[in-house]
């Protein structure tokens, strides 16, 4: 069984920038650890990457609260999990960090389908921000691109925008066949 592990925006804007909250906060200890545990593993990272336009875009429009913009310290991963990242890539053993402008990577299914070799199992393990918005899209993506893969969500390891929007995605993502552990 392949192995994978998905770090969602672990960025400063959503764990104690402009729309952090105390819960994102309370996970990022719990998610470094997941990450070590998967050191044998193949690690993904996404980033929310905004520009200088962002209030223009259908995203601005809705949330009209300029964030992750490119560049900045607050579009930047967290520092242990930026450091994480480059001991990796010293390494040479170069994690892959999707930056993207949506709620869902189109890059990251396609790039772990791409890696399967025919008949390969995969189980694809999600941790991050926000379980509301990112994170399931990203779950969504994945089991539609790999619809065999199990998907697992670890909720401890997750946070959204409210305590009730995050329990309502666990719920969403469970009817679709996604595996929620540690609730």
């Not at 592990?5 to 998610?31: R, S, W, Y």
């Not at 995203?59 to 001991?87: F, S």
């Not at 993207?100 to 393990?125: A, C, H, R, Y």
Request: with cysteine; hydrophobic share 40%; glycine share 4%.
């Amino acid at each position: 069984m392949k192995r994978v592990l998905v770090v969602i925006d672990m960025q400063n804007d959503f764990i104690d920038g402009i729309l952090g909250t105390a819960e994102a906060v309370k996970i990022v200890p719990k998610v470094l650890a997941k990450i070590k545990k998967y050191e044998k593993y193949m690690v993904y990272f996404t980033k929310d990457t905004h520009f200088s336009d962002y209030l223009q875009t259908q995203e601005g429009r809705n949330l009209p609260v300029e964030h992750c913009i490119r560049g900045t310290k607050g579009w930047e991963l967290q520092p242990d999990i930026e450091a994480y990242v480059e001991r990796l890539q010293q390494q040479h053993l170069q994690p892959i960090v999707f930056e993207k402008t949506t709620f869902g990577s189109e890059q990251l299914p396609q790039t772990i389908k791409n890696s399967l070799l025919q008949g390969d199992q995969v189980e694809i393990e999600l941790v991050g921000l926000c379980t509301d918005i990112c994170v399931i899209s990203n779950a969504m993506l994945l089991k539609a691109f790999l619809p065999e893969a199990i998907i697992k969500v670890d909720a401890q390891c997750c946070a959204g925008v409210t305590k009730q929007s995050h329990i309502n995605a666990l719920n969403a993502m469970k009817m679709c066949q996604i595996q929620i552990y540690n609730e």
